[in-house]
């Protein structure tokens, strides 16, 4: 259930804000983040997966009626069973693949200090509310034994969970989500000396190299930049990724794939144009370090290239063979 964050406890303790590596631009009058996006690569190659496992076997429902139609022996129960069969798979695996390919990668949301608004895209839906009226929601969801916080923003009226601004998906702890709140509060209030050092992201969509190095599967690998890592630290971590890229292999190449998947919204002219004058008495530009992500280097990219090409090599050469036995079988039947 969503929960609000104690008003109490949170004037007595504020956390440290924190930009939780969802910023992508920022100035003094528009700060525009992307929650969602690397949460959905995983669900999005899961989601290919399925499409094209369930449009497998209804080609292969096809078959068998085609082969018993081309015999003779297709009687009407045989028929009635097969066409069923074949439209419940034909019609899981058309609605996997359009939400996999069709569906938003990421929500883009616009925080304007100007106008006060706050606008979310959500594919061909737009969400605008105002800053002043929303309040922050955490809501605690347990995936597989883990706990995850989602942070929403909500004005109280709102009954609609669709309404609801979504900020950050899958933080560690509700102080996670409390620490990004109190980034944006900061800085829709213009406090920019309390602002920490923010970190851009690349774009919407991180370079393929980089999600390999970062994703949900290898980001425990990744705890320093690698130019500040030691020769051994550079060795321990490879061979740690090294060995959950082989463990992991298959659902790390589909959260590679799902990540090139599925719509980005963008914001138009009139959101992200001119800009425009601040309140008098505002600072006009705001008093904190912005900087990109440090560029992959020549020696981070060949670890990273040789990594998926060892993996990829460790679990093709026997799904080979088992494919092969599945398909003697399959043509067996």
């Not at 929303?134 to 597989?144: D, K, N």
């Not at 102080?175 to 406090?191: I, K, Q, S, T």
């Not at 920019?192 to 190095?213: D, T």
Request: charged residues 15%.
């Amino acid at each position: 259930m969503p929960q609000s964050p104690d008003a109490g406890e949170r004037q007595g303790s504020q956390p440290d804000p924190s930009g939780d590596g969802l910023v992508l631009s920022m100035d003094a009058a528009r700060l525009q983040t992307l929650p969602q996006g690397n949460m959905s690569s995983a669900l999005k190659g899961i989601l290919l997966f399925l499409g094209l496992m369930m449009l497998g076997i209804a080609a292969w429902f096809c078959r068998m009626l085609a082969e018993a139609w081309r015999q003779g022996t297709a009687d009407t129960a045989f028929v009635l069973i097969m066409s069923v069969s074949v439209f419940v798979f034909a019609l899981i695996a058309v609605a996997a693949l359009v939400q996999a390919v069709a569906a938003p990668y990421a929500f883009p949301t616009l925080f304007n200090r100007v106008t006060g608004k706050v606008v979310q895209l959500r594919g061909r839906a737009r969400i605008e509310t105002d800053w002043s009226q929303l309040v922050p929601q955490v809501e605690v969801a347990m995936s597989g034994g883990a706990q995850f916080c989602h942070l929403r923003l909500a004005a109280p009226a709102q009954a609609d969970a669709g309404k609801t601004i979504v900020v950050s998906n899958a933080n560690n702890s509700p102080a996670d989500c409390l620490a990004h709140y109190e980034f944006l509060c900061r800085y829709m209030a213009g406090d920019w000396c309390a602002l920490p050092e923010v970190e851009c992201l690349e774009g919407a969509r991180r370079p393929l190299l980089r999600e390999f190095g970062d994703n949900l599967w290898t980001q425990m690998t990744n705890y320093r930049p690698w130019n500040e890592r030691s020769a051994q630290g550079k060795a321990l971590s490879s061979a740690a990724l090294l060995s959950i890229a082989l463990l992991w292999w298959p659902m790390l190449l589909l959260t590679l794939i799902g990540s090139r998947l599925g719509s980005l919204p963008r914001f138009s002219a009139a959101d992200l144009g001119t800009r425009l004058a601040l309140p008098e008495g505002s600072a006009q530009e705001p008093l904190v370090r912005i900087r990109l992500a440090p560029a992959l280097g020549a020696a981070e990219q060949a670890v990273y290239v040789a990594i998926a090409a060892i993996s990829t090599a460790a679990w093709c050469w026997p799904s080979a063979g088992v494919l092969a036995r599945i398909a003697t079988m399959f043509r067996a039947l």
